[in-house]
């Protein structure tokens, strides 16, 4: 088809693009960093798709990016000679919003223009983040091996449709126009662009080209030439050398591949050599993105292999249950033409995950146990936006199960709320004299499990029970029966034996009584036959008159609601 199109965006498109307009306002020089990162991906499609077809590059090889503006137009050009779209492409990429998650995300949304911000900030702005700052956009792009008469044109004002239609475009990739709105001039300055592009884009491994600026003597002014020259450094972050790379580098570098708004809470960044030879940087956000549950979301590690980006979300690099960590892992072993199939095989991908995996556990451990209170509050937050995807780690990996479960907080008796801060260690330091396990109360809600009357005994006798009330808590537990040879047991277990901490005068006290109220129990067992398998004697209660006990070997009261919830 060759006549101009109108159509109209995706409903979400046309609400994202309302909100971000206002909400991200004090913020709008990000456009130029959302336009350079998908130049960027672009031309990283390319040159992975140029390793089996090298035609791809047709007579221009070396990719780079354009930033260039027009006075007089109010325009600013930023042009790539990547993959290019097709039309099909330019409809769905730039008229849809094909992202998981998109509903709940939408669901989220508050109207409070900061809060609204953070979130729109993690869900990613993107492309139509240049609408902030212009009233209409023109994509021209020709994808990659394509005729040069089968370039595409698109546009948009950002309210509800865009145009499409075909068009001439010798040179290969995308030129996005931005056509600035009245108030916008200030961004028509050379200086102005290349400072916003040192700012936030100085790690984009390909060159970002800008006119050349010089003085006219003649007419008093600078005028820009035809000369164009790199204004970034133009080479991989992840390959420099740590001391070359400021914190805000990291931080920049960080946005560029996770899509976030946010700074990370943590990174680490190390060259390895020995048996596999590779580079990771991997960092971890500072809040739990809203798809973290989404089983199909996209990961967080791009592969590269000797600079060349291969994949994203490289699953296999990193387990599951660290689905959040985002960064980069670049091989020097891997061949460039390396599928997902042969990632699952690969020996070199094996021994990448397992150092990636420890690396990140290793990143942790410093955070938890450091002495300074900051790091101390980074794992604290770490621990409550990703503790409970942690906790999988424990039935995912066995090699590293007594690592994780050092990692592992809980809400606790020994506090009044229902802060996660104790951890195992912490508990065993406060044991009493003769206690020989770790006891812990499970439940649906943290006001269920403080209030279970099965902690009365503990109560009086000042024995600390952990609380747990997470989801995966109760499955957890079936992969963690102790703790540093110390048991773990629950309090809603019959036969509750509380060893030592019992002494001989209670002991004896206790066998009297049960003797005294043997038939009382035995008339009971039979009139709720049928309700209960067996009624006893407890003197674990101290205010209530009777409670529900599992058998030593059942599930528990909690695990069987839940199943029976789950239709099991
Ligand atoms: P994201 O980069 O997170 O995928 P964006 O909103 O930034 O989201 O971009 C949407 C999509 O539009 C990209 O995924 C890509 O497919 C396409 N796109 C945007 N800019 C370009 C470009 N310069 N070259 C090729 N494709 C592009
Ligand atoms: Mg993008």
């Known amino acids: 088809v060759s006549e101009k199109q109108t159509l109209g965006f995706q409903a979400e498109v046309k609400q994202l693009l309302q909100m971000m307009i206002h909400s991200m306002y004090s913020n709008k020089e990000i456009f130029l960093r959302e336009l350079v990162s998908n130049a960027s991906d672009a031309a990283d499609k390319l040159r992975f798709e140029a390793i089996n077809n090298g035609a791809l590059f047709e007579t221009d090889p ?17 042009s790539d000679n990547g993959i290019g779209m097709t039309r099909d492409d330019a409809i769905s990429h730039l008229g849809t919003i094909a992202k998981s998650g998109t509903k709940e995300f939408f669901s989220k949304l508050s109207g409070d223009q900061q809060k609204d911000a953070a979130l729109i900030g993690q869900f990613g702005v993107g492309f139509y983040s240049a609408f902030i700052i212009a009233d209409k956009i023109t994509v021209e792009t020709r994808r990659a091996g394509t005729n040069p008469t089968e370039g595409v044109r698109w546009e948009s004002e950002g309210a509800g449709e865009f145009s499409i239609e075909a068009m001439d475009k010798v040179s290969r990739g995308t030129d996005i ?7 916008e001039d200030e961004f028509l300055s050379a200086w102005k662009l290349k400072s916003i592009i040192q700012k936030y884009s100085d790690h984009i491994s390909l060159p970002i080209l800008m006119q050349k600026e010089e003085w006219d003597e003649e007419k008093k002014e600078t005028l820009v030439t035809e000369h164009f020259e790199t204004v970034n450094q133009a080479s991989a972050l992840w390959a420099r050398s740590k001391s070359d790379i400021t914190e805000e580098q990291y931080v920049e570098f960080y946005k560029h591949v996770s899509h976030d708004f946010e700074a990370p809470l943590i990174y680490t960044h190390n060259r390895v050599e020995g048996r596999s030879e590779y580079t990771q940087l991997l960092y971890i956000p500072a809040r739990a993105p809203f798809d973290l549950w989404d089983r199909n979301k996209r990961g967080g590690i791009k592969l590269y292999v000797k600079r060349v980006f291969i994949m994203d979300d490289a699953e296999q690099l990193m387990p599951v249950y660290l689905r959040f960590v985002k960064g980069v892992i670049d091989s020097a072993d891997l061949p460039l033409n390396v599928s ?6 690969s020996r070199d991908v094996r021994v990448i995950r397992e150092g990636s995996t420890k690396r990140v556990l290793s990143m942790l451990e410093e955070l938890a146990n450091n002495d300074d209170q900051a790091q101390k509050d980074k794992y604290a937050t770490f621990w409550t936006q990703f503790g409970q995807v942690l906790k999988e780690g424990l039935g995912e990996d066995a090699t590293n199960k007594d690592r994780i479960a050092k990692l592992l907080r809980f809400a606790s008796t020994n506090n009044d709320g229902d802060a996660q801060t104790v951890s195992f260690a912490d508990y065993i330091g406060r044991m009493k004299e003769g206690q020989d396990k770790i006891y812990y109360a499970t439940g649906e809600t943290f006001t269920a499990a403080r209030n279970s009357p099965h902690l009365e005994i503990f109560r009086k006798k000042g024995v600390e029970v952990l609380l747990l009330t997470d989801r995966v808590d109760e499955w957890m537990l079936s992969f963690l029966q102790d703790f540093e040879g110390k048991e773990l047991a629950s309090v809603a277990k019959g036969g509750l034996d509380l060893g030592t901490l019992e ?3 209670e002991k004896k006290q206790h066998e009297e009584t049960e003797t005294q109220f043997k038939d009382l129990a035995e008339k009971m067992k039979l009139s709720l036959a049928a309700k209960a398998k067996d009624v006893r004697v407890t003197f674990r209660l101290t205010d209530s008159p009777a409670c529900l006990v599992a058998d030593t070997n059942e599930l528990s009261g909690n695990l069987m609601r839940m199943l029976k919830a789950a239709g099991q």
């Open 177 to 183: 126009v931005l056509h600035l709105r009245p108030e």
């Open 503 to 505: 002494d001989e005068a």
């Open 62 to 78: 070396e990719l780079k990016i354009k930033v260039t503006f027009d006075k007089a137009a109010r325009t600013i050009t930023v």
């Open 340 to 345: 997902r199939e042969i990632l699952q095989e």
